[in-house]
């Protein structure tokens, strides 16, 4: 169940930060448009850490699961699924920041509506990862017997 806040915070911390840049009408704000790009280029960035943060644990715990000698094979064919939409999301971020980069270089936001149109499809991809995300977990569930403690939620001694 930790998994699952951690999944929810970070995604609810990406979204908030991404319906901060396409609910405004403009970028003006007392801070300026360059601070409040910095902002956001800060929340996309702990969002992109988080969600390689969650990626990664999913693939520990398959690890895991499979030297103790769990049938993964069912949790595995969903993260080899889910490959493809973690990499689509790392790619959009990339691109997202080196946009914010490239405006806040330039000391303007362009007024093309290109940073919220990308915003836009990195938001889809976060639904696309988060939505895989849960089927790996659901697979990982399924696992015949007891679940396996995620890496580092092992109890101290």
Known sequence: YKLIYT???TLFASTLALAVLLGSASLASASGPMAKLEMIKAKVVGGESKATEIHNKLNDYITRADEKGYDVSTAEA???QAEDS????????GEF????DDAIEAGAVPGDGTLKAQA??????LVTFKSDML???EAL????????PFPGDEPAL
């Open 7 to 9: 999944m929810k915070k």
């Open 78 to 80: 969903e993260m080899d």
């Open 86 to 93: 973690y990499a689509s999301l790392i790619s959009e971020i």
């Open 97 to 100: 920041k080196a946009m914010i």
């Open 120 to 125: 836009s499809v990195v938001k889809s991809s």
């Open 135 to 137: 089927e790996v977990k």
């Open 141 to 148: 569930k399924d696992l015949k017997g007891d679940a396996v």
